[in-house]
């Protein structure tokens, strides 16, 4: 489709009458053609993934009603996942854009039924400069909403004086995962294709929040923001919000946010990030953390009374790159841990001290543009008088420029002080990956012994396919 303007430019009768000896239809103008102003074409991407995974594990099964058993489980199911975006449907700013599940059992072990099938977003999007309107499955990500699923709608409205209102509302999208992704019990028999969709068939499962804000560029974006998740018709969670991204100069930045949970007057979680940026070559950075895992659980839950812990943890982290072959990451973090006992007088609080580190470095070869690297790093994370150090090794190897890579890791962890006839847990994995401008394949292959399971092997294939398709412009 082509957009017409039609010019129409008067002509003044002195300038006619300097012209009056030559034939207008002689002159060379402009074609209607050549006045038209096309629209972008409509473009439609995407990218089709298949993974099939390979493993032995050891699972309680339900046999019957309050009969379980451990079975030894070769586990392999497959699932495969389409995305689609439609760019410029008529407009500009309108857009469509989709991504499904699938999941097929090959050993009919895993899931509840053979083939399950489920949409992850799937919404119609009209955005410009002042208005980004999204209707249909999606996912919330901004001020109290982090990763909320909903099948409803979201308005963003920002104005010429860099304020703005984003505001939400829809039905809760059932959680599905691992084995009982739909159902506890079978409605229907393995081999029939699982229900799929969301499970509405409980009323009142919705969720509805906003956010009142500040951008400017990249420069600054304050808001406040309000949350309501209830759970069939009763209050599942209720937060107030804040946060802020500030970068007020190339060489500093500041993150921070903070969610209230209004029901119980707490807080929920807490965090702030500085960093400082010295040239090309040094990171240095502070961050605070605070959580309170209780207040994740919807206060519907049974389970929302048996947690009783507060984590806390402050630090700082440094990253250097020297040069463009070789880089260190150093990361430190002092736990603050707050626990509440049963005494004679009611619940003590008792606080607990530990720490967090980690070192990394990381050194690239061969051609820059096609490159490979080695690793190293430790970790160690230790409270009470437990801790667990960990060395971690990998390399990256490119077969030249044929796109072909194969990548070796290692994981070697030492317990101390832990409750163990076997301190040393070791995990390592082997891959082979082809990587072009439009196709990624690969396998994987990891073998695992801990302290805490027996010999596990593990086994993953994959492809994955991109495409892009440009339509004609057409009137």
């Known amino acids: 489709m082509f957009l017409a303007i039609l010019l129409c430019i008067p002509i003044s009768g002195a300038m006619a009458a300097d012209n009056s000896d030559t034939d207008p239809a002689s002159k060379?103008?402009?074609?209607?053609?050549?006045?038209?102003?096309?629209?972008?074409?409509?473009?439609?991407?995407?990218?089709?993934?298949?993974?099939?995974?390979l493993s032995q594990r050891h699972q309680m099964r339900q046999l019957e009603p309050g009969r379980y058993e451990q079975q030894n489980l070769n586990v392999m199911p497959f699932y495969e996942i389409i995305s689609l975006t439609a760019d410029h449907l008529g407009h500009p700013g309108l857009s469509v854009h989709l991504q499904a599940i699938a999941g097929l059992d090959l050993n009919d072990v895993y899931f509840d039924n053979r083939f399950i099938a489920d949409p992850v977003y799937g919404y119609i999007q009209?955005?410009?400069?002042?208005?980004?309107?999204?209707?249909?499955?999606?996912?919330?990500?901004?001020?109290?909403?982090?990763?909320?699923?909903?099948?409803?709608?979201?308005?963003?409205?920002?104005?010429?004086?860099?304020?703005?209102?984003?505001?939400?509302?829809?039905?809760?999208?059932s959680p599905k995962q691992g084995p009982d992704w739909y159902q506890n019990e079978r409605a229907t028999g393995f081999d029939d294709f699982g229900r799929g969709f969301t499970d509405w068939k409980r009323e009142g499962d919705f969720a509805v929040g906003g956010r009142l804000f500040f951008k400017y560029e990249e420069t600054a974006n304050v808001g406040i923001s309000l949350l309501q998740v209830s759970d069939n018709k009763e209050t599942s969670s209720r937060l107030l919000g804040a946060d802020m991204s500030l970068a007020p100069t190339d060489w500093m930045s500041l993150i921070g946010r903070a969610n209230m949970d209004l029901t119980t007057m707490a807080l929920r979680d807490a965090g702030g990030f500085l960093d400082f940026f010295i040239g090309s070559a040094?990171?240095?950075?502070?961050?605070?953390?605070?959580?309170?895992?209780?207040?994740?659980?919807?206060?519907?839950?049974?389970?929302?009374?048996?947690?009783?812990?507060?984590?806390?943890?402050?630090?700082?982290?440094?990253?250097?790159?020297?040069?463009?072959?070789?880089?260190?990451?150093?990361?430190?973090?002092?736990l603050f841990n707050q626990y509440?006992?049963?005494s004679d007088d009611g619940w003590t609080p008792e606080f607990v001290f530990g720490h967090q580190l980690d070192v990394d470095a990381?050194?690239?070869?061969g051609a820059l543009t096609h490159y490979g690297f080695v690793r190293g790093g430790f970790g160690r994370v230790a409270r009470y008088d437990t801790a667990v150090n960990q060395i971690r090794l990998g390399t990256l190897i490119p077969f030249g420029q044929s796109g072909v890579k194969g990548a070796l890791n290692a994981w070697l962890d030492f317990y101390q002080?832990?409750?163990?006839?076997?301190?040393?847990?070791?995990?390592?994995?082997?891959?082979?990956?082809?990587?072009?401008?439009?196709?990624?394949?690969?396998?994987?292959?990891?073998?695992?012994?801990?302290?805490?399971?027996?010999?596990?092997?593990?086994?993953?294939?994959?492809?994955?396919?991109?495409?892009?398709?440009?339509?004609?412009?057409?009137?």
């Not at 308005?155 to 809760?172: K, N, S």
């Not at 982290?317 to 990361?331: G, H, K, T, V, Y």
């Not at 012994?449 to 492809?463: D, H, I, K, S």
């Open 28 to 53: 060379n103008v402009a074609s209607i053609e050549a006045l038209r102003i096309a629209k972008p074409a409509p473009t439609v991407n995407g990218a089709v993934e298949s993974y099939m995974f």
């Open 126 to 173: 009209f955005k410009t400069r002042y208005v980004d309107a999204r209707l249909g499955r999606q996912m919330i990500f901004g001020g109290a909403a982090q990763g909320l699923h909903i099948d409803g709608g979201r308005l963003t409205i920002i104005t010429p004086a860099h304020l703005g209102l984003d505001g939400y509302g829809g039905l809760l999208v």
């Open 282 to 334: 040094v990171n240095f950075g502070v961050h605070y953390r605070h959580v309170d895992p209780s207040l994740y659980i919807a206060n519907t839950s049974i389970f929302s009374v048996f947690s009783n812990e507060k984590h806390q943890a402050v630090g700082g982290s440094l990253a250097i790159s020297p040069s463009s072959r070789f880089s260190i990451d150093m990361a430190y973090s002092h």
């Open 340 to 342: 509440l006992n049963p």
């Open 362 to 365: 990381r050194i690239k070869f």
């Open 417 to 475: 002080g832990a409750d163990t006839d076997k301190p040393v847990g070791v995990l390592g994995d082997i891959s082979c990956f082809y990587y072009t401008a439009r196709i990624r394949t690969g396998a994987t292959f990891r073998v695992a012994q801990t302290p805490y399971a027996e010999t596990e092997m593990r086994g993953m294939l994959t492809f994955s396919y991109n495409f892009l398709k440009k339509f004609s412009n057409q009137e």
